[in-house]
């Protein structure tokens, strides 16, 4: 079974402090996502990894980066934490291959910022 | 630009009938879609997709139909369940752009009526 592990479930942070999420999975697969989910707004892509040390920008990454420098670690960073960054953060992984296949995700880390 | 759609936020049904939760897309370029159902404070778990070579894909209880002239596709659960009680998810690749990057819509928040 693939397993996508998120370092914490719950976090709470104050205003400008540098927040690290971590994720890690056991499939060796090659894409690694970092997503939010919010009320309304459903599930947004963050920045997403093709590759070690490679990253692409998704629909909203001001405010983030990542790292990615073992294959199975992708790693958000919330240089300064803000409000607006309280939220549902969600990491998925998912093989690179000819055919189709699904993403998997861990379980999610709830941030609050405050 | 949301290139995914779920226009209706929340669907009701009474235990043992049909839920049909509907799905918009925009880019012709995605030619594989997923549904994924998500209980509050988990990750999404993937439930069944299908590739645009399709028009249905049937698992179990659930099928989802594909109609590519109108960029809509839907998830059909039949007989409902209270267990099926969930967020739906449904999001949209690109096999061909060579970046496996999924696009999520904004949810559908399923309730079974026991």
Known sequence: ?114 | DQQVKQNSPSLSVQEGRISILNCDYTNSMFDYFLWYKKYPAEGPTFLISISSIKDKNEDGRFTVFLNKSAKHLSLHIVPSQPGDSAVYFCAATSTTSGTYKYIFGTGTRLKVLA
């Open chain 1, 1 to 114: 079974d693939v397993k996508v592990t998120q370092s914490s479930r719950y976090l709470v942070k104050r205003t400008g402090e540098k927040v690290f999420l971590e994720c890690v999975q056991d499939m060796d697969h090659e894409n690694m996502f970092w997503y939010r989910q919010d009320p309304g707004l459903g599930l947004r892509l963050i920045y997403f990894s093709y590759d070690v040390k490679m990253k692409e920008k998704g629909d909203i990454p001001e405010g983030y980066s990542v790292s990615r420098e073992k294959k199975e670690r992708f790693s958000l960073i919330l240089e300064s934490a803000s409000t607006n960054q309280t939220s549902m953060y969600l990491c998925a992984s998912s093989p690179s291959t000819e055919g189709n296949t699904e993403a998997f995700f861990g379980q999610g880390t709830r941030l609050t910022v405050v």
